[in-house]
Structure formats: structure tokens, C-alpha cells
Nanobody, 122 residues
Framework: QVQLVESGGASVHPGASLNLSCVVS????????MGWYRQAPGKERELVAT???????NYADSMKDRFTISRDTSKNTAYLQMNDLKPEDTAVYYC????????????????WGRGTQVTVSA
């Protein structure tokens, strides 16, 4: 079994920073592309950023100036550093990965965490 667990969400004031973490747990051999997505109330889930094992990143245009995705491959963990948060950043932030290979050779595809809430208000 593979599990993704996000943490680091909080209620903050505009202008604050947060660093989200996502740990992939299980008998992991390798994790593929990791990504952060978010879903605001009444809206569809949208891409925030993705990062490949080698470190290549991709961002939604509206977020590349304030958000930074990174990963520690040795810890099967991805991070999302969010700076200068705005009320419109309020959402549940989800972590995902396209592929997880476990040590017995099985593959798990399109895995998602349960999300962590980020609320930005004055």
C-alpha cells in the first residue's frame, strides 16, 4: 500500500508564508513526478506545480512568482513554499504522484493525498 500525507496547512494573514510537505509512505522503491494541486470552495481542482525526479519543475502561470516546489527524493517528500499569500490562495492543497514503484515490483498510479487546508484572511 502507498499513502500520501500532506501537512503544513494553516490559517494565516495576507502576506504570510507557508511551507507544505507531502510524504509518500510505504515500501517505496521510487516515486515519479510529484505535484501540488489546489481546490478552492466552489471551484475545480487546479494545478499549482509539478516536479520530476531530476528536479525539472512546471508551474501554473499565476503561481510561479510566489510558489516554489521542491523535493527530497531520498525522503520521498515534496514541498511547496508559498510566499506573500493572498486571500485567493485559500484552498485545500493536494499532493499527487503519477507513479510509485514499491520494492516488490508493483506500481501504483495516480496517487493522491487527502489534502491540507490553507486559509488566508485578514
Amino acid at each position: 500500500q502507498v499513502q500520501l500525507v500532506e501537512s503544513g496547512g494553516a490559517s494565516v494573514h495576507p502576506g504570510a508564508s507557508l511551507n507544505l510537505s507531502c510524504v509518500v509512505s510505504g515500501d517505496i522503491f521510487a516515486v515519479g513526478i510529484m505535484g501540488w494541486y489546489r481546490q478552492a470552495p466552489g471551484k475545480e481542482r487546479e494545478l499549482v506545480a509539478t516536479i520530476r525526479r531530476g528536479g525539472t519543475t512546471n508551474y501554473a502561470d499565476s503561481m510561479k512568482d510566489r510558489f516554489t516546489i521542491s523535493r527530497d527524493t531520498s525522503k520521498n517528500t515534496a514541498y511547496l513554499q508559498m510566499n506573500d499569500l493572498k486571500p485567493e490562495d485559500t484552498a485545500v492543497y493536494y499532493c499527487s504522484t503519477d507513479t510509485v514503484c514499491v520494492k516488490n515490483g508493483d506500481f501504483y498510479y495516480n496517487q493522491w493525498g487527502r489534502g491540507t487546508q490553507v486559509t488566508v484572511s485578514a
